[in-house]
C-alpha cells in the first residue's frame, strides 16, 4: 500500500493510517454491476480496497450508459457482459485491487461459495428474490451485508450486521409480489440518486470493514431527492420477539434446492432468464454454427446471441440464457429448448 495515493483519505479522522491498513486488506462481494454495483466498485477501489468479487448475470446494454458510470460506448461495442467490463475499468482505476469477475445469475447453488473468501457482501442487484437470497446466506454465515435500492428519484438504503442488527426479513417478512414494486424499466431512475445510495452504502461499508460498527447508522434510510424528502426508521426494537424466520428461528428458506430450471420473469423488460439446474459448459462457436440457418447469430467468448422473429436469446458458456420478447415462462422454456437444448 502506498500511504501517498491514500492520504487525504488517511487525514481523515476517522479512517487514518491503521483504518487504510484494514481497507488495503480486506476483500468484499459486489452482487449486481449494474448502477448501483458499478459506482460501489469505483469507490471502493479509488479508496484502496484490497480485492473484490464482482457477480453479475448480464450484459451491457445501450440504456444502461445513462446510469451505470462503469461503462461506455466501447463496452457496449464489444458486448461485454458487466462483470468484465466493471473489473477491466477496476483495474484502469487501481491496479494493486485484486478483482475477480463472475459472469454468473446468483442463486440458491452458488451463493454460498460466493460469499466465501469476503468480509463484506454489498447489494448491487434489482430485485427482492435475490436480496432475500443474499439475507440467508449472510445470516447463516455471519457475513455483514449492505442493502440498497434506487428507483426513480427514491432510494432506499440499510445494513445488516447478523445477529446484531435486524436483518431484511426482519423489516419486511414476506417478499413483495412480482410486479407489485416499481423498477427502473417502469419508473425510471436518476443517476443522482443512485449516486446517493451507493454513497450511504459505501460509507456504511468502510465503518463495517474498519472496525468501528458503533458508527454504523442502524436505521432504514428513505430518501425522495426530488421531491426533497427524506426518513430515517430506527430498527433496534424490530429485533427479539422470535418472529423472523431466518436470523431468529434459522430457518434459510431461500438457501432450499429446487428441482429443475430456475426461471426468472425480468420485471419490466419483457424478458425471461433461465438458468440450467447444473453447470452445463456450450461450445458458443458451435452452437452458433448449429443455428446460423435458423436466424441472425453472433458471439464472442462471453455470450451468444440468437435473433428469431420477435424473439432474441442471449446464450452465456454455463448454458443460462435470457430470452427477451416475452414474460411469458413457458414460451421462454419452448424458445430454449428448442434453439439450446433441454
Not at 443474499?134 to 449492505?146: G, H, L, Q, S, T
Not at 425480468?266 to 452445463?280: N, Y
Request: charged share 25%.
Amino acid at each position: 500500500m502506498n500511504p501517498e495515493r491514500y492520504s487525504r483519505q488517511i487525514l481523515f479522522s476517522g479512517i487514518g493510517l491503521a483504518g487504510q491498513q484494514k481497507i488495503a486488506t480486506s476483500r468484499v462481494l459486489i452482487i449486481g454491476c449494474g448502477a448501483l454495483g458499478a459506482m460501489q466498485a469505483e469507490m471502493l477501489a479509488r479508496a484502496g480496497i484490497g480485492g473484490m468479487r464482482l457477480v453479475d448475470r448480464d450484459f451491457i446494454e445501450e440504456s444502461n450508459l445513462q446510469r451505470q458510470i462503469m461503462f461506455d460506448e466501447r463496452d457496449l461495442a464489444e458486448r461485454l457482459p458487466k462483470a468484465v467490463a466493471a473489473a477491466a475499468r477496476v483495474g484502469r482505476i487501481n491496479s494493486e485491487v485484486e478483482v475477480e469477475s463472475v459472469i454468473k445469475d446468483v442463486n440458491y447453488s452458488n451463493i454460498i461459495e460466493l460469499i466465501n473468501n469476503v468480509d463484506l457482501i454489498l447489494d448491487g442487484t434489482d430485485n427482492f428474490e435475490t436480496r432475500y437470497l443474499i439475507n440467508d446466506a449472510a445470516v447463516k454465515e455471519r457475513k455483514p451485508w449492505v442493502y440498497g435500492a434506487a428507483v426513480g428519484s427514491y432510494g432506499v438504503q440499510m445494513t445488516i450486521q447478523p445477529y446484531d442488527t435486524p436483518c431484511l426479513r426482519c423489516v419486511f417478512p414476506e417478499q413483495p409480489a412480482p410486479g407489485s414494486s416499481p423498477t427502473c424499466d417502469t419508473a425510471g431512475v436518476i443517476l443522482p440518486v443512485v449516486a446517493t445510495v451507493a454513497a450511504y452504502q459505501v460509507s456504511e461499508a468502510l465503518k463495517v470493514l474498519t472496525g468501528q460498527i458503533g458508527l454504523l447508522h442502524r436505521s432504514l434510510l428513505q430518501f425522495d431527492l426530488w421531491e426533497n424528502r427524506t426518513t430515517s426508521m430506527k430498527l433496534d426494537d424490530l429485533r427479539g420477539d422470535g418472529n423472523c424466520r431466518t436470523c431468529e428461528q434459522n430457518k434459510f428458506d431461500h438457501l432450499a434446492a429446487r428441482a429443475g430450471q430456475l426461471v426468472i420473469v425480468l420485471c419490466g423488460r419483457a424478458a425471461v432468464q433461465i438458468t440450467p439446474a447444473s453447470d452445463r459448459q456450450i461450445d458458443l462457436a458451435k452452437l452458433a454454427e448449429q443455428l446460423r440457418e435458423a436466424g441472425e447469430v453472433s458471439y464472442n467468448r462471453y455470450l451468444l446471441k440468437f435473433k428469431a422473429g420477435v424473439h432474441e436469446l442471449t446464450v452465456f458458456p454455463d448454458g443460462r440464457s435470457i430470452i427477451k420478447g416475452t414474460d411469458d415462462p413457458n414460451l421462454a422454456r419452448s424458445l430454449y429448448a428448442r434453439y439450446v437444448g433441454a
